[in-house]
Nanobody, 116 residues
Framework: VQLVQSGAELRNPGASVKVSCKAS????????IDWVRQAPGQGLEWMGR????????KYAQKFQGRVTFTADTSTSTAYVELSSLRSEDTAVYYC??????????WGQGTQVTVSS
Protein backbone atom coordinates (compact mmCIF):
# COMPACT_ATOMS: atom_id res chain seq x y z
CA VAL A 1 0.00 0.00 0.00
CA GLN A 2 1.26 3.46 -0.89
CA LEU A 3 -0.11 6.97 -0.69
CA VAL A 4 2.00 9.31 -2.79
CA GLN A 5 1.35 13.03 -2.57
CA SER A 6 2.15 15.88 -4.90
CA GLY A 7 5.06 18.23 -4.32
CA ALA A 8 5.52 21.35 -2.27
CA GLU A 9 3.49 24.43 -3.10
CA LEU A 10 4.05 28.15 -2.53
CA ARG A 11 1.04 30.43 -2.73
CA ASN A 12 0.20 34.06 -2.10
CA PRO A 13 -2.42 34.94 0.50
CA GLY A 14 -5.90 34.73 -0.95
CA ALA A 15 -4.97 32.10 -3.52
CA SER A 16 -6.01 28.44 -3.65
CA VAL A 17 -3.99 25.26 -3.57
CA LYS A 18 -4.82 21.70 -4.61
CA VAL A 19 -2.86 18.74 -3.27
CA SER A 20 -3.15 15.22 -4.62
CA CYS A 21 -2.77 11.82 -2.99
CA LYS A 22 -2.40 8.83 -5.31
CA ALA A 23 -3.24 5.49 -3.75
CA SER A 24 -1.92 2.13 -4.85
CA UNK A 25 -1.76 -1.42 -3.57
CA UNK A 26 -5.35 -1.70 -2.44
CA UNK A 27 -8.90 -1.12 -3.62
CA UNK A 28 -9.22 2.65 -3.53
CA UNK A 29 -12.97 2.64 -3.03
CA UNK A 30 -12.82 0.33 -0.01
CA UNK A 31 -11.34 2.87 2.42
CA UNK A 32 -11.93 6.47 3.39
CA ILE A 33 -9.15 8.97 2.89
CA ASP A 34 -8.60 11.53 5.64
CA TRP A 35 -6.73 14.79 5.31
CA VAL A 36 -4.67 16.01 8.25
CA ARG A 37 -2.31 18.95 8.50
CA GLN A 38 0.48 20.03 10.82
CA ALA A 39 1.49 23.65 11.10
CA PRO A 40 4.98 24.56 12.33
CA GLY A 41 5.30 23.82 16.02
CA GLN A 42 1.71 22.54 16.21
CA GLY A 43 0.06 19.16 16.53
CA LEU A 44 -1.86 17.27 13.91
CA GLU A 45 -5.14 18.85 12.85
CA TRP A 46 -7.87 16.77 11.23
CA MET A 47 -9.41 18.48 8.23
CA GLY A 48 -11.95 15.86 7.23
CA ARG A 49 -12.47 12.79 5.10
CA UNK A 50 -13.82 11.55 1.82
CA UNK A 51 -15.38 8.25 0.90
CA UNK A 52 -13.98 7.52 -2.56
CA UNK A 53 -16.75 5.04 -3.25
CA UNK A 54 -19.51 7.64 -3.42
CA UNK A 55 -17.66 10.95 -3.00
CA UNK A 56 -19.28 11.59 0.35
CA UNK A 57 -17.39 14.08 2.48
CA LYS A 58 -17.16 15.23 6.06
CA TYR A 59 -15.37 18.46 6.84
CA ALA A 60 -14.07 19.77 10.13
CA GLN A 61 -16.13 22.80 11.04
CA LYS A 62 -13.08 25.04 11.01
CA PHE A 63 -12.56 24.45 7.29
CA GLN A 64 -16.13 24.33 6.04
CA GLY A 65 -16.65 26.65 3.14
CA ARG A 66 -12.97 26.84 2.35
CA VAL A 67 -11.98 23.23 1.69
CA THR A 68 -13.10 20.72 -0.92
CA PHE A 69 -12.25 17.02 -1.06
CA THR A 70 -12.61 15.09 -4.28
CA ALA A 71 -11.65 11.62 -5.45
CA ASP A 72 -10.98 10.31 -8.94
CA THR A 73 -11.62 6.59 -8.93
CA SER A 74 -10.20 6.20 -12.46
CA THR A 75 -6.75 7.16 -11.17
CA SER A 76 -7.19 6.23 -7.48
CA THR A 77 -6.33 9.77 -6.52
CA ALA A 78 -7.78 11.93 -3.78
CA TYR A 79 -7.50 15.70 -3.76
CA VAL A 80 -7.81 18.47 -1.22
CA GLU A 81 -8.33 22.02 -2.37
CA LEU A 82 -8.06 24.88 0.10
CA SER A 83 -9.09 28.37 -0.92
CA SER A 84 -8.68 31.88 0.48
CA LEU A 85 -5.30 30.90 1.83
CA ARG A 86 -3.77 32.80 4.72
CA SER A 87 -0.44 32.57 6.45
CA GLU A 88 -1.93 30.32 9.14
CA ASP A 89 -2.55 27.69 6.47
CA THR A 90 1.19 27.18 6.11
CA ALA A 91 1.59 23.55 7.10
CA VAL A 92 2.46 20.06 5.96
CA TYR A 93 -0.65 18.42 4.56
CA TYR A 94 -1.07 14.65 4.80
CA CYS A 95 -3.49 12.14 3.42
CA UNK A 96 -4.01 9.05 5.53
CA UNK A 97 -5.99 5.84 5.33
CA UNK A 98 -8.01 5.03 8.42
CA UNK A 99 -7.38 1.56 9.82
CA UNK A 100 -7.87 -0.06 13.18
CA UNK A 101 -7.95 2.62 15.87
CA UNK A 102 -6.06 5.20 13.85
CA UNK A 103 -4.37 5.35 10.49
CA UNK A 104 -2.52 2.46 8.94
CA UNK A 105 -0.99 4.32 6.00
CA TRP A 106 0.10 7.90 5.47
CA GLY A 107 1.21 9.94 2.51
CA GLN A 108 4.67 11.46 2.70
CA GLY A 109 3.26 14.94 3.30
CA THR A 110 3.09 18.06 1.13
CA GLN A 111 4.50 21.36 2.34
CA VAL A 112 2.18 24.26 1.58
CA THR A 113 3.62 27.69 2.26
CA VAL A 114 1.48 30.80 2.14
CA SER A 115 3.54 33.93 1.88
CA SER A 116 3.59 37.17 -0.03
Amino acid sequence: VQLVQSGAELRNPGASVKVSCKASGYTFTSYYIDWVRQAPGQGLEWMGRIDPEDGGTKYAQKFQGRVTFTADTSTSTAYVELSSLRSEDTAVYYCARPGGWGYDYWGQGTQVTVSS
